[in-house]
């Protein structure tokens, strides 16, 4: 039985989807107007995980996970870039979402996580943005004023008396909050934008209202209940999203469509370096592609997993030792077991180990937990008779079902560094060539090259090369 914290409930309660066996989940994607973060990279890698320890689980999971690709940020970059460049705003924006989309793309295949099964784009849904919109005013739910549309959260709140179901925001608190008139096209002011009139100097749609863009929340209940339906499982995002951008996703959907939007509200804990927020201004922001350039993308989900997900995560120097450690300890782990083909496991101590890593995973996919497991199979491996191969390939199989979960692959050749065992052991017999006809400044530029890629060469006694895998 899989249990799972629901942010909706505030309890941790038994995972039961809407129908059996089938799991439609939905999560809030980036926003591209610059490049990951490694808090971005937390939030696919989290929600990677849980897919594929659901699909583990026998679940057929459909994953949605949106792209923001119009939004404040992003006209503020390409105002810049069409200054800069003298080109029109519309050349401007393409050109800042294309080139951050692709970044996104690259980081995903660098990090290892799949695209998912739908990563729906907001500018690809305005028609169907503008037709829920225009439901939400013929129920009197929405209002136009001067080109653009707002939801009325009051009336919401008098239907329904759950507007704040999910923070546990008090609307008598919101509205000590706010300034009165603070923005004149607004009936109340905690109604929020669905539809945004389109202003000097910016790229905008047509649409029964007049030229404009949708606002934020909006894109994602479209896009989530048009894929997965009204109702669907698991949406889930940063602690971060909860309000005012979960809030109000579940205020338009339930008010559009008169049913419970998703059921199972599922949140990540957010990043801190050195237990600082991260920030551009504190100078600590560190980009995913940076942070994949620096350490094997193993080493990065080793520290994603060494928190629980709900769990606000600190990056630090004294981290990042400690997942290095772990990354060496497993790749002693593949090394030893991947001589031996996989094979079912029947082993008693090596079936207590799975059950013990399945219990820990279906409470809330717990991973540091699960990490714990996989250490305890390093010491049982460690300890057993090796004449014993039926054990080892027994313990190969159970390895591969935690590692495929993890995506992690912990080998010391050269997955992580686009080098195959042969193409390196070439290089040390060239290297070898070149020391025997003195050609040192060869010799010792192959060694250099490899150092660049991630191999380091050490020189035994006896003129032997051996290399290992840069951590
Ligand atoms: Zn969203």
Redesign the pocket.
């Known amino acids: 039985m899989i249990r799972v914290y629901n942010t909706l409930t505030g309890k941790k309660e038994e995972f039961v989807p809407l129908m059996p066996g089938k799991v439609g989940m939905?999560?809030?994607?980036v926003t591209v107007y610059d490049k990951c973060h490694i808090g971005h990279g937390r939030s696919v890698y989290v929600f990677e995980t849980i897919r594929r320890y659901l699909q583990y689980r026998g679940f057929d999971v459909t994953m949605v996970r949106?792209i923001?690709d119009i939004d404040d940020k992003i006209l503020a970059k390409a105002q810049n870039v069409a200054a800069r460049e003298s080109i029109e705003i519309g050349a401007a924006w393409q050109r800042v979402i294309d080139v951050n989309i692709a970044g996104y793309y690259d980081d995903l295949k660098k990090l290892g996580v799949a695209v998912a099964d739908r990563e729906p784009r907001a500018t690809e849904y305005v028609d169907k943005i503008i037709s829920f919109v225009q439901a939400l005013i013929d129920k009197e739910f929405a209002y136009e004023s001067n080109g653009s549309v707002y939801f009325r959260v009051r009336r919401y709140q008098e239907r329904c008396n759950c507007y704040g179901e999910l923070s546990g925001k008090k609307i008598d608190d919101l509205y000590a909050g706010v300034r009165k008139g603070e923005d004149p096209d607004k009936e109340d002011p905690l109604d929020f934008a669905l539809w945004k009139a389109k202003k000097e100097g910016e790229v905008g749609w047509t649409s029964p209202w007049g030229e404009g863009r949708p606002g934020?929340?909006i894109?994602?209940s479209v896009m989530?209940t048009d894929i997965l339906g009204a109702t669907f499982d698991i949406h889930g995002?940063g602690k971060d999203?909860v309000f005012p951008?979960?809030e109000n996703?579940i205020a338009q959907s339930r008010a559009k469509t008169g049913v419970e939007f998703a059921r199972y509200w599922l949140h990540h804990g957010l990043i801190t370096i050195e237990n600082q927020k991260m920030s551009k201004s504190l100078g600590n922001f560190t980009t995913l592609s940076d942070a994949l350039a620096s350490m094997p993308a193993d080493v990065l989900k080793i520290m994603y997993l060494s928190a629980h997900y709900r769990s606000p995560l600190d990056f630090s120097e004294a981290k990042l030792t400690e997942a290095k450690r772990v990354y060496e300890r497993l790749s002693i782990l593949v090394t030893k077991l991947d001589a031996y083909e996989p094979v079912s496991v029947t082993n008693v101590t090596l079936l207590k180990l799975r059950d013990a890593f399945v219990e820990y995973m279906d409470d809330d996919f717990n991973t540091p937990a699960g990490f714990s497991v996989m250490f305890e199979l390093l010491t049982a491996v460690n300890t057993h008779d090796e004449n014993d191969t039926a054990f080892f390939g027994q313990a190969r199989q159970l390895k591969d079902e935690m590692f495929s979960i993890f995506g992690l692959e912990c080998r010391t050749t050269t997955q992580a560094v686009g080098l195959s065992d042969v193409e390196i052991e070439a290089k040390i017999e060239d290297r070898k060539i070149a020391k025997k006809n003195k050609d040192f400044a060869k010799a010792d530029a192959i060694r250099a090259e490899l150092l660049e890629k991630g191999i380091v060469l050490e020189d035994k006694p006896g003129g032997v090369t051996e290399w290992r895998v840069k951590v």
């Not at 939905?26 to 994607?29: I, K, M, R, V």
């Open positions: 939905y999560t809030c994607g949106n923001t934020w929340h894109e994602c989530a995002g999203l951008h979960h996703e």
